[in-house]
């Protein structure tokens, strides 16, 4: 691989190239002088033939063919610096410096501040190195162009204390030989072998090679070994820990999340990945003081052992780690009120220890319920539900006490659970109606008397369709696939999909499951999602609010979410995603997928739809994005009723053989059911061995 196409080139291409308004073909028309440097391509596109298009995708794809045109004359297509880099890993440092000073000593801000002071070779080979899996890198197989004095660089380095550095004259080794090792090539280690006064040399896989030397090393039976490794590495350099630590603190304060580092610059700068506009407007702090932040990274550290611990079976570790979660989570509790004038968002408890404490103590639930210990789970129930007075969990957490205390024997305590947990406001959709039916079935006379209001709203009848499928399999646990009405083998949506295109309607649709409406969510509340609203944008690699999927969302935006709506309503909606589509697309955007949902799509579902049902789904999603967003029916189907454009749209949920609606499908069946949208269940059954 060369390289990529110019972002500029590439964003207004893509478009022609996904509507099928051209064919394009390119080759490399020359080699460039250096290696770094641009490299000359030259493009031929052709018009594809297309009779079946309307006007108005026809005036489209030309104007994005006119936009197309114009950045190719204008031809300023910059490569990214080959030390943009620096300059990236400068500007993260000065705005956690500039906005987080206060969680670090006087000794780190004096460290981490010393790095502008460094040369450009400095700078530069640090970040290179940091950014290089190692830990140990040859000084004499690093070379870069923009470097002009490697080894000075390092020493500067090493004086700072960002790298530490060894030679063949260090001695004794006070760092992992095993490290040291992974250096070497194959070859070199086998060299280093036959030097040896034993012979060694049948081994020739690498992991033998390193088994041997680090065995002989610990042993201590050669004493010339170390000379002979420190002899082929030569001098060798790592980041330090103290820089490593520090930077690793940085990167998670600048991106507030474990998943983005600084490689998120390159993908910007090379033009892979695009994230939207917006402002960001801090007034308070997410960590308050130091404490904060070493205690919600210590829980952090707690998460990463708890979860390698589950992978590795290690029950005895799960154990420790969940008791450590209960214990930090009863004494180290700060419970924040959120309704005085000066106090943080809600939204950043996320931020807090008591957020990821909480996280484990449900796993740790899951292994006691499986391991059959209801009383330890109901324990840890109790302390979570005590102490963590809000978010969507506690839904799960109220549900598997009122089962938990069910099968302790303890039916009225279970009952009283689950009538708790139904006036709960926290618990919504799915878990809200699994407690309602736990309290219809716990609570027959003698226990109470009294029937509740939502009985009826629960015995609702859902409209079923049933079909029958030739199955390929028929084993249990295993996913169903069936032969499908083309021959073909398919998955019981694709066959559910394939009834409703014949015999069902002639409808078109697709297999989305939530997808589909979530890309619709965030193409018409685009500039509703980013919009100026104090905290909740930290830094420019967001796809979305920080009080995203939270009750924040809707109530610090109300105003401009039902204006959204009411245009939505007047019969705007179409207009309002053509237009979003055009100037976003390609920008990254939480639930929004580009590549699977294509603009036709999205455009029928919305004209099926209809303005009213869309907005009212649209508040729904609003009002709370987290509980809302999964459960959804796998299929949305659309079908056109006129040449004059009217169309109808249907969801329907699949469900195989011996198959069962989860409570949060059920949620989603009523809560379209009451915005008046055709909902229906498709249970496909087995063909009788007779037919």
Same mark, same amino acid.
């Given at each position: 691989?060369?390289?990529?196409?110019?972002?500029?080139?590439?964003?207004?291409?893509?478009?022609?190239?996904?509507?099928?308004?051209?064919?394009?073909?390119?080759?490399?028309?020359?080699?460039?002088?250096?290696?770094?440097?641009?490299?000359?391509?030259?493009?031929?596109?052709?018009?594809?033939?297309?009779?079946?298009?309307?006007?108005?995708?026809?005036?489209?794809?030309?104007?994005? %063919?006119?936009?197309?045109?114009?950045?190719?004359?204008?031809?300023?297509?910059?490569?990214?610096?080959?030390?943009?880099?620096?300059?990236?890993?400068?500007?993260?440092?000065?705005?956690?410096?500039?906005?987080?000073?206060?969680?670090?000593?006087?000794?780190?801000?004096?460290?981490?501040?010393?790095?502008?002071?460094?040369?450009?070779?400095?700078?530069?080979?640090?970040?290179?190195?940091?950014?290089?899996?190692?830990?140990?890198?040859?000084?004499?197989?690093?070379?870069?162009?923009?470097?002009?004095?490697?080894?000075?660089?390092?020493?500067?380095?090493?004086?700072?204390?960002?790298?530490?550095?060894?030679?063949?004259?260090?001695?004794?080794?006070?760092?992992?030989?095993?490290?040291?090792?992974?250096?070497?090539?194959?070859?070199?280690?086998?060299?280093?072998?036959?030097?040896?006064?034993?012979?060694?040399?049948?081994?020739?896989?690498?992991?033998?090679?390193?088994?041997?030397?680090?065995?002989?090393?610990?042993?201590?039976?050669?004493?010339?070994?170390?000379?002979?490794?420190?002899? %082929?590495?030569?001098?060798?350099?790592?980041?330090?820990?103290?820089?490593?630590?520090?930077?690793?603190?940085?990167?998670?304060?600048?991106?507030?999340?474990?998943?983005?580092?600084?490689?998120?610059?390159?993908?910007?700068?090379?033009?892979?990945?695009?994230?939207?506009?917006?402002?960001?407007?801090?007034?308070?702090?997410?960590?308050?003081?130091?404490?904060?932040?070493?205690?919600?990274?210590?829980?952090?550290?707690?998460?990463?052992?708890?979860?390698?611990?589950?992978?590795?079976?290690?029950?005895?570790?799960?154990?420790?780690?969940?008791?450590?979660?209960?214990?930090?989570?009863?004494?180290?509790?700060?419970?924040?009120?959120?309704?005085?004038?000066?106090?943080?968002?809600?939204?950043?408890?996320?931020?807090?220890?008591?957020?990821?404490?909480?996280?484990?103590?449900?796993?740790?639930?899951?292994?006691?319920?499986?391991?059959?210990?209801?009383?330890?789970?109901?324990?840890?129930?109790?302390?979570?539900?005590?102490?963590?007075?809000?978010?969507?969990?506690?839904?799960?957490?109220?549900?598997?006490?009122?089962?938990?205390?069910?099968?302790?024997?303890?039916?009225?305590?279970?009952?009283?659970?689950?009538?708790?947990?139904?006036?709960?406001?926290?618990?919504?959709?799915?878990?809200?109606?699994?407690?309602?039916?736990?309290?219809?079935?716990?609570?027959?006379?003698?226990?109470?008397?009294?029937?509740?209001?939502?009985?009826?709203?629960?015995?609702?009848?859902?409209?079923?369709?049933?079909?029958?499928?030739?199955?390929?399999?028929?084993?249990?646990?295993?996913?169903?696939?069936?032969?499908?009405?083309?021959?073909?083998?398919?998955?019981?949506?694709?066959?559910?999909?394939?009834?409703?295109?014949?015999?069902?309607?002639?409808?078109?649709?697709?297999?989305?499951?939530?997808?589909?409406?979530?890309?619709?969510?965030?193409?018409?509340?685009?500039?509703?999602?980013?919009?100026?609203?104090?905290?909740?944008?930290?830094?420019?690699?967001?796809?979305?609010?920080?009080?995203?999927?939270?009750?924040?969302?809707?109530?610090?935006?109300?105003?401009?979410?039902?204006?959204?709506?009411?245009?939505?309503?007047?019969?705007?909606?179409?207009?309002?995603?053509?237009?979003?589509?055009?100037?976003?697309?390609?920008?990254?955007?939480?639930?929004?997928?580009?590549?699977?949902?294509?603009?036709?799509?999205?455009?029928?579902?919305?004209?099926?739809?209809?303005?009213?049902?869309?907005?009212?789904?649209?508040?729904?999603?609003?009002?709370?994005?987290?509980?809302?967003?999964?459960?959804?029916?796998?299929?949305?189907? %659309?079908?056109?009723?006129?040449?004059?454009?009217?169309?109808?749209?249907?969801?329907?949920?699949?469900?195989?053989?011996?198959?069962?609606?989860?409570?949060?499908?059920?949620? %989603?069946?009523?809560?379209?059911?009451?915005?008046?949208?055709?909902?229906?269940?498709?249970?496909?059954?087995?063909?009788?061995?007779?037919?």
């Amino acid at each position: 691989m060369l390289g990529y196409l110019p972002r500029e080139l590439a964003k207004v291409l893509a478009p022609l190239l996904d509507t099928h308004f051209i064919e394009c073909e390119g080759f490399v028309a020359g080699l460039p002088e250096q290696q770094l440097d641009n490299v000359p391509i030259q493009l031929t596109c052709k018009k594809c033939e297309n009779d079946n298009q309307n006007y108005e995708d026809l005036r489209y794809q030309q104007s994005l %063919w006119e936009n197309f045109l114009g950045v190719v004359r204008n031809g300023n297509f910059q490569q990214p610096s080959s030390a943009r880099y620096q300059a990236n890993f400068n500007m993260m440092l000065l705005d956690v410096m500039t906005n987080h000073t206060h969680l670090f000593s006087d000794t780190e801000t004096s460290f981490l501040g010393s790095f502008k002071s460094l040369s450009n070779d400095g700078q530069r080979l640090f970040v290179k190195i940091y950014t290089r899996k190692g830990p140990w890198f040859r000084l004499s197989s690093i070379s870069y162009r923009e470097i002009s004095d490697v080894e000075h660089a390092a020493m500067e380095l090493k004086l700072a204390g960002y790298v530490d550095m060894f030679s063949c004259t260090d001695v004794p080794f006070e760092h992992d030989m095993k490290e040291i090792l992974n250096v070497l090539s194959v070859p070199e280690m086998k060299e280093i072998l036959k030097e040896l006064p034993k012979d060694n040399t049948n081994c020739t896989r690498r992991h033998e090679l390193l088994s041997t030397l680090l065995s002989m090393y610990n042993n201590g039976t050669c004493t010339v070994l170390p000379k002979r490794i420190f002899k %082929w590495t030569g001098t060798c350099i790592r980041v330090s820990n103290m820089a490593d630590e520090l930077l690793w603190l940085v990167q998670r304060l600048f991106f507030l999340n474990g998943d983005q580092d600084l490689s998120s610059f390159l993908l910007v700068d090379l033009g892979l990945v695009k994230f939207p506009d917006y402002t960001c407007s801090v007034v308070h702090r997410i960590f308050q003081e130091r404490n904060d932040l070493l205690e919600y990274e210590e829980a952090i550290r707690v998460a990463q052992f708890m979860d390698e611990s589950l992978d590795n079976d290690n029950m005895e570790l799960v154990s420790r780690c969940t008791d450590l979660s209960e214990n930090r989570l009863c004494t180290s509790l700060k419970e924040e009120d959120s309704s005085l004038a000066d106090s943080p968002p809600s939204f950043y408890s996320c931020f807090s220890s008591t957020w990821i404490y909480s996280k484990i103590l449900t796993l740790g639930v899951s292994v006691y319920e499986r391991e059959r210990r209801y009383a330890d789970a109901i324990r840890t129930l109790k302390i979570l539900l005590s102490k963590v007075a809000s978010g969507r969990r506690r839904g799960y957490w109220t549900l598997r006490l009122s089962i938990d205390l069910e099968h302790m024997g303890r039916p009225n305590e279970s009952l009283s659970i689950a009538e708790g947990g139904v006036t709960d406001p926290w618990i919504r959709a799915g878990p809200k109606i699994a407690l309602q039916k736990r309290v219809l079935r716990l609570g027959k006379p003698p226990r109470r008397w009294k029937v509740p209001s939502y009985a009826d709203s629960l015995k609702r009848n859902i409209k079923e369709v049933n079909i029958e499928g030739r199955p390929l399999n028929c084993e249990i646990g295993a996913k169903n696939v069936f032969y499908g009405y083309d021959g073909d083998r398919c998955g019981v949506e694709q066959l559910a999909l394939q009834y409703y295109a014949d015999e069902g309607g002639g409808w078109q649709g697709t297999h989305s499951e939530g997808g589909i409406w979530m890309t619709i969510f965030g193409l018409l509340m685009w500039d509703v999602i980013f919009s100026e609203v104090s905290d909740v944008f930290h830094s420019k690699f967001q796809t979305a609010p920080l009080d995203f999927e939270t009750d924040d969302f809707y109530k610090s935006r109300k105003d401009l979410i039902e204006a959204q709506l009411k245009r939505i309503q007047d019969g705007m909606a179409e207009e309002m995603l053509i237009s979003s589509w055009e100037l976003h697309q390609g920008t990254s955007c939480r639930g929004v997928n580009w590549d699977r949902h294509p603009m036709a799509d999205v455009r029928a579902v919305v004209a099926g739809v209809g303005g009213h049902r869309l907005a009212l789904l649209l508040r729904h999603l609003a009002l709370d994005y987290r509980s809302w967003s999964s459960g959804m029916p796998d299929l949305l189907l %659309w079908r056109f009723l006129d040449e004059r454009g009217g169309a109808e749209a249907k969801l329907v949920e699949v469900k195989g053989p011996k198959d069962q609606l989860s409570e949060q499908q059920r949620a %989603w069946i009523f809560v379209l059911m009451d915005f008046g949208f055709d909902v229906e269940v498709c249970k496909v059954s087995l063909v009788s061995k007779q037919r």
